[in-house]
């Protein structure tokens, strides 16, 4: 570990100054030539030569001659350049998670009702809150999709505690904002004049100037000549993160900004009535607050059995009594009854056991506020059949799956599970997670990522008192953050994409998406991204010290920049080094 003081310290020197020059370079061969070095087969102190190499590269910089970049300001203008906004990925709306056709009419109208409300002083903000497994997002998505089908300008920003890494919630108005300009025309243009007053609002985490400056203000200057109502879904605020993460975005909500909404503009917010929520919410008087707790059990009971009957009437010993016993039982609770429709078709599970027989166990379920969480350990118990063995290998799969910062696909967990330090933690997942579709996505569609199919298994999990022997616990990063550092060392080399010129910037790739692709999986992406905010959370290890000396004090610290550059992420790279300067016990 001799000597990983200085190297740190020249290295957070050193990327804080080069990276905005570097990210106008995809790959490197050229890029070094031109320095004089051949920094890969000749360098021996690695930090010297780096610190010396970029001293050239920023002084060719103040002299003009970064020959080969052009930019084409006219062009970005006029395409209002959204991706510059830094949008969050994967927060719209999932027509997967629709509500059935002809369930929740009167909630779905009511809102419906809501938006095309011309009195002035209709709010302009509606709060749909409920318990767990109400169907909040089912309503959220589905008032999304229709509006889009409709052709209404509008947007869905849907939060979720497994990508909370990527502080949605200082993303949510650059986002919407995207939307908003792909949807009108107008609006576009009124961001393009505000975006041209500074660069600063492209990047910028300060929530009520997003809300300010890229919402209100186009908004402001276009409302009078968009036709319709402007719609803007907020699903599952609860899923933001720790209260601290959403203060700001409550603060907006509850202003009188808000509240001076043009009148065709409408904000749908759904969430747990968490206190802090709640708190705000409550108090802000252009906020109509509905609670799905309040719906007559008999319009929810109804609803529930016609989605049970869709999914388990077909089944031979399933008739309308059992689909009327299922729904009562559910208690409002639709995802207890997706659960319950899980269980009891055999088709579905590992164990053996008739469709009656099933619906039977079920039954013997007492009812309360624990409803899902039986449900949960029944099913566990079903699939996991209670071996010590298999018990073991549930609770280290599923520590894996909650301790990631992005939902990764199966196989992309499998490859990293590989470089797991303990050799017992190298065992196939699959095994595990095939018999777990009732509760995860990803397992029978690989193309989506692994993760809870809804957000109250993480609680059930993470909480000894409701999980009891699926007990999981909190995240664990060491692993993950070793497993990214191997991968780092091991996958990272030179010209990663074979670019064959240094000299054009990655926007004159015309196949870059296709080269990233096929040459940075998904598990390097993964590394390159967030292994040092797993190293943060970490105590102080002397593996991951020399892991992380391996990396940042060799010629693979280069590799790693240009792979964030090409994935669009090199500004993530001073913060990375920050994280591991902290890490570090002597600083």
Request: charged share 25%; glycine share 6%; aromatic share 8%.
């Amino acid at each position: 570990m001799s000597g990983m003081r200085e190297t740190f310290a020249k290295i957070a020197l050193m990327t804080s100054g080069a990276v905005q020059f570097i990210k106008n370079y995809s790959a490197t061969e050229d890029f070094w030539k031109r320095s004089g070095k051949d920094v890969e087969y000749q360098t021996r102190d690695v930090s010297i030569a780096y610190t010396q190499a970029l001293d050239d590269l920023m002084e060719q910089y103040r002299r003009h001659e970064d020959r080969g970049v052009q930019v084409d300001a006219f062009r970005v203008l006029e395409d209002l350049d959204l991706a510059s906004l830094a949008p969050a990925r994967g927060a719209g709306p999932n027509w997967t998670k629709k509500c059935l056709d002809g369930t929740r009419t009167e909630v779905l109208a009511e809102i419906i009702n809501w938006i095309y409300d011309t009195n002035e002083d209709v709010p302009r903000i509606l709060w749909l809150h409920g318990q767990a497994g109400k169907g909040k997002s089912a309503i959220a998505h589905t008032i999304a999709l229709w509006f889009k089908k409709v052709g209404g300008v509008g947007s869905c920003f849907c939060f979720s505690r497994d990508w909370q890494a990527e502080h949605l919630e200082e993303k949510i108005f650059r986002t919407i904002a995207c939307d908003l300009a792909e949807r009108d025309p107008a609006f576009g243009r009124a961001l393009a004049d505000v975006l041209a007053t500074g660069d600063s609002l492209k990047t910028t985490s300060d929530v009520a100037l997003q809300w300010r400056r890229l919402i209100l203000e186009p908004l402001c200057k276009v409302s009078d000549n968009m036709v319709g109502s402007v719609v803007i879904v907020v699903d599952a605020l609860d899923e933001s993160g720790p209260e601290r993460s959403r203060r700001h975005l409550l603060s907006v909500l509850a202003s009188a900004q808000a509240a001076g909404l043009p009148r065709n503009v409408r904000i749908l917010v759904t969430s747990r009535p968490f206190p802090d929520i709640e708190h705000v919410l409550s108090a802000a008087r252009h906020v109509m607050a509905t609670s799905l707790d309040d719906v007559p059990a008999s319009s929810a009971e109804r609803d529930i059995r016609q989605y049970i009957m869709k999914r388990v009437g077909h089944l031979r010993e399933i008739g309308a009594a059992e689909v009327y016993r299922i729904a009562q039982r559910a208690e409002g609770l639709f995802e207890w009854a997706r659960l319950a429709c899980e269980f009891v078709n055999p088709g579905r599970t590992v164990k053996n056991g008739s469709a009656k027989e099933r619906f039977n166990n079920i039954m013997l379920f007492r009812s309360g506020g624990e409803l899902l969480d039986v449900m949960y350990r029944t099913i566990l118990e079903d699939t996991i059949h209670g071996s010590e063995s298999a018990l073991t290998r549930f609770r280290s799969v599923m520590q894996q799956i909650i301790s990631t910062l992005e939902p990764l696909h199966m196989d992309a967990l499998s490859k990293m599970r590989s470089h797991f330090p303990a050799e017992d933690d190298h065992h196939d997942i699959t095994v595990i997670l095939e018999s777990m579709a009732p509760l995860l996505s990803g397992v029978t569609d690989r193309s989506s990522p692994i993760r809870p199919l809804h957000a109250s298994f993480y609680d059930f999990l993470i909480d000894p008192a409701r999980s009891q022997t699926y007990f999981v616990g909190e995240s664990n990063m060491y692993n993950i953050a070793f497993a990214s550092l191997q991968i780092l060392s091991n996958d990272l080399c030179f010209n990663i994409c074979g670019l064959e010129s240094s000299y054009f910037s990655n926007s004159e790739v015309t196949d870059l998406e296709e080269r990233i692709k096929e040459n940075i999986s998904p598990q390097l992406s993964y590394s390159c991204r967030f292994w040092a905010q797993h190293l943060e959370r970490t105590a102080f290890d002397l593996a991951l010290g020399e892991l992380v000396k391996g990396v940042l004090g060799s010629e693979k610290l280069l590799f790693w920049l240009e792979a964030l550059s090409l994935l669009g992420l090199l500004g993530n790279a001073t913060d990375a080094l920050r994280c591991t300067l902290t890490w570090l016990p002597w600083f």
